[in-house]
């Protein structure tokens, strides 16, 4: 029998939105709990150069996030890395969040479960992943110091995770299937690194190797030629998927899998708010996560406090 649990609030997942959430929920003597199954921080953890987070210069994604969990825990929120979600029920009073070790009953529930990196497209994927195929530069790019790496992908991240590789890498193969979305100051830096060679209009078709990655097959979209390329590794940058399944048959999702909640973070269930990726909106950077969190941490303490 799993034990159950009271708390004043629940929040899942600890990135940017999350924590804040956490920090706010704690500052008010909340009984707060954040649930995270993956990478404490989210997408940000992994981030090597912030330059756009009011306050700093340029922060590591990793120092950063460790400062906010650290301001939330002095507060009295407390974090479970390491207690998976089963099953959530919203609609109910108090909402029930499960885990494989307890039942806790909830007054309010956060989400801000976040965004995870999409999954290459090619049926080898599972039998090269970690072994060549990699979807964290700052966890993984250690491993080819001097060897031949690729990077998928044209956004932001993939552009800044490239940049971040050429430090290991003794040739980098930027890929991208159309053109650049990247910002111009990365694309700049990467383009005047001899290391590098980009191949944009660039499709990845197949995966070869022994046992480990060894090799690429690409086709040239402008000029129809099909070659392979001898990779150590590759590192897939190519777009996120919200992490809704839990929430899919609690709360009505956008057609791109987000939950649907205003800028008030309120949902369609009275003391459900979600907070940063996971809320379908315009705009997500790590600055609106924030604002995000404090916004859904300051309308639960006042649904607690008016509630009859």
């Known amino acids: 029998m799993k034990e159950r649990i009271h708390k004043d609030v629940v929040i899942i997942g600890a990135g940017m939105?999350?924590?804040?959430?956490?920090?706010?929920?704690?500052?008010?003597?909340?009984?707060?709990?954040?649930?995270e199954n993956g990478i404490v921080g989210g997408q940000i953890a992994n981030a090597v150069d912030i330059e756009n987070y009011p306050g700093f210069v340029s922060?590591?994604?990793?120092?950063?996030?460790?400062?906010?969990?650290?301001?939330?825990?002095?507060?009295?929120a407390v974090l479970d890395e390491f207690d998976e979600i089963e099953r959530v029920t919203l609609k109910t009073t108090p909402k029930i969040v499960e885990t494989q070790e307890k039942i806790y009953a909830a007054d309010v529930v956060i989400i801000a479960s976040g965004m995870n990196r999409r999954k290459l497209p090619l049926p080898e994927e599972r039998k090269f992943a970690g072994r060549g195929v990699h979807y964290c530069e700052l966890c993984d790019g250690h491993a080819y110091n001097g060897k031949i790496i690729a990077v998928m992908g044209g956004g932001n991240a993939a552009v800044d995770a490239a940049n971040f590789l050429t430090k290991y890498a003794s040739k980098l193969y930027l890929i991208h299937r159309s053109e650049f979305r990247a910002d111009e100051v990365s694309q700049k830096r990467l383009r005047g690194n001899d290391k590098v060679t980009i191949m944009l209009q660039t499709e990845i078709r197949a995966l070869r190797g022994d046992g480990r990655l060894q090799s690429v097959e690409v086709f040239d979209k402008r000029t129809g030629e099909t070659k392979t390329l001898a990779v150590d590794?590759?590192?897939?940058?190519?777009?996120?998927?919200?992490?809704?399944?839990?929430?899919?048959?609690?709360?009505?999702?956008?057609?791109?899998?987000?939950?649907?909640?205003?800028?008030?973070?309120?949902?369609?269930?009275?003391?459900?708010?979600?907070?940063?990726?996971?809320?379908?909106?315009?705009?997500?950077?790590?600055?609106?996560a924030a604002s995000d969190g404090t916004t859904a941490a300051l309308l639960a303490e006042k649904y607690l406090g008016t509630r009859g």
């Open 17 to 35: 939105a999350g924590l804040t959430a956490a920090l706010y929920c704690g500052r008010m003597n909340l009984d707060t709990l954040v649930l």
């Open 233 to 288: 590794g590759i590192f897939v940058n190519i777009g996120v998927e919200p992490n809704t399944q839990l929430f899919k048959d609690e709360l009505p999702l956008s057609a791109s899998g987000r939950i649907i909640a205003g800028e008030d973070c309120r949902t369609e269930i009275a003391g459900v708010f979600a907070a940063g990726d996971v809320r379908e909106k315009e705009i997500r950077q790590l600055t609106t």
């Open 59 to 76: 922060v590591r994604g990793g120092d950063l996030i460790a400062t906010v969990q650290k301001q939330a825990e002095n507060f009295g």
